[in-house]
């Protein structure tokens, strides 16, 4: 079969399946509203938990930043283009979380992928929660060490896979808040076990990083765990782009050395650092912000009980509807739609066959008023 031939069966069984995924062009969009072909939504999709993407403060330090530092890095960090804003960045997330080190990394896929990329080797295994980040399981599943699945959030079930044999090092993996389910890890559980085995835990608090916590410490402080190795993204209540492993002294030079994402890759743009420095600035004064998020939550929670479709045990900004059936799924996200509320359906194979889902995300942009009027949709619909 040729490269061609290939390519088109793949999109033919991805059409049959229903599973063809497209990417739609929006003119606008912000944590609370986007145009699409025209229309005006509320947006009910977007991970900017904060409304931080377009805030005043952090938009004029990227403009400042690409001012004084142009718009690009000029190459890696261990060429030229680790510089200043950087090396502040750095420290400034450090003393933050409590760690002795931090280092950026351009996205939280590049992170996850170059971090298990450079520590697992053919004797270890991987024990990951099952329903962790692609980029974690593939990352797993790409390297040399075995990979074993654990079930959602139970802790006894990771015992149990602690309990088998392994020639090598473990390394335990989960999130802090869940990004399809919304729920949040038993993370001292999950360290405890993974002290008594030698083993080391890996957190990814995409989805708690800024949200929860003091000052937005997120779900690892929150819980008062410190996780071996600690990932946080700066997509979502940050506003902006990229990432960071918090971790100790030697296991940062260890990255410098292996890992190929930081070595063989341009550096985070500087003007884009200046603009995380600001963000992070918001994030550690948004305790206004978190309430009013926690207040959408509450009243999105007390006003969708009822609703045919089941809520999940989520406290989060992410506030899924299950539904079951792909096509149900879909439709139901349609039909929101013509009623001016923006809201994404997943599906397989990004979730369970059969947990096809409305995933529906609150900011603190929205207004209570917001929210009513997606619970107006919704029980106009269900019912
Ligand atoms: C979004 C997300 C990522 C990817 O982060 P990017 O910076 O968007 O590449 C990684 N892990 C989790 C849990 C995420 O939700």
């Known amino acids: 079969m040729s490269w061609s031939q290939r390519i088109q ?12 995924r497209q990417r739609t062009p929006c003119q606008q969009a912000d944590a609370r509203s986007l145009s699409i072909a025209g229309a005006d939504y509320l947006n009910f999709s977007a ?11 952090i938009v004029n330090a990227w403009q400042q930043g690409a001012a004084r530092y142009g718009v690009g890095a000029g190459g890696s960090a261990h060429i030229t283009g680790f510089r200043t804003p950087q090396v502040d960045l750095e420290q400034q997330l450090a003393d933050w979380l409590g760690y002795p080190r931090a280092l950026l990394f351009i996205s939280g896929f590049a992170a996850n992928q170059a971090i298990i990329a450079a520590l697992a080797g053919k004797d270890d295994r991987i024990l990951a929660d099952k329903l962790s980040h692609a980029s974690l399981l593939e990352a797993a599943s790409h390297s040399p060490a075995t990979l074993r699945r654990f079930a959602h959030n139970q802790p006894q079930a990771l015992a ?7 020639s090598g090092e473990t390394l335990v993996v989960t999130e802090g808040v869940f990004s399809m389910d919304g729920d949040s890890a038993p993370l001292a559980a999950l360290h405890q076990l993974a002290q008594q085995h030698n083993a080391w835990l890996l957190v990814d608090d995409a989805h708690g990083i800024g949200v929860c916590g003091e000052q937005g410490r997120g779900s690892c402080w929150q819980q008062a765990v410190k996780p071996d190795l600690q990932i946080i993204t700066f997509g979502k209540a940050f506003g902006v782009s990229g990432a960071a492993l918090l971790c100790d002294d030697d296991t940062a030079e260890f990255m410098l050395q292996f890992a190929r994402h930081l070595i063989y890759s341009t550096a985070i743009p500087p003007a884009q650092v200046c603009a995380l420095q600001e963000a992070l600035r918001c994030v550690q004064q948004g305790d206004e912000l978190r309430q009013r998020l926690r207040q959408n939550i509450a009243r999105f929670r007390a006003g969708a009980d009822g609703l045919r479709w089941q809520m999940m045990n989520a406290d989060s ?31 397989p194979p990004t979730v369970p066959p059969g947990t096809a889902r409305l995933r529906i995300t609150l900011s603190a ?6 929210i009513d009027r997606l619970l107006e949709v919704l029980h106009a619909t269900g019912d």
Request: one cysteine or more; aromatic letters at 4%; glycine letters at 8%.
């Open 365 to 370: 942009a929205h207004l209570p008023d917001d």
């Open 47 to 57: 991970n900017d938990y904060l409304g931080l993407s377009h805030h005043p403060r």
């Open 317 to 347: 900004a992410i506030q899924p509807l299950l539904v079951g059936e792909e096509g149900a799924a879909v439709e139901l996200a349609a039909r929101l739609r013509q009623q001016g509320c923006w809201v994404s359906a997943i599906r």
């Open 160 to 166: 149990a896979r602690l309990a088998g044999p392994c």
């Open 9 to 20: 069966q793949a999109l033919e069984q991805r059409r049959q399946n229903g599973q063809y």
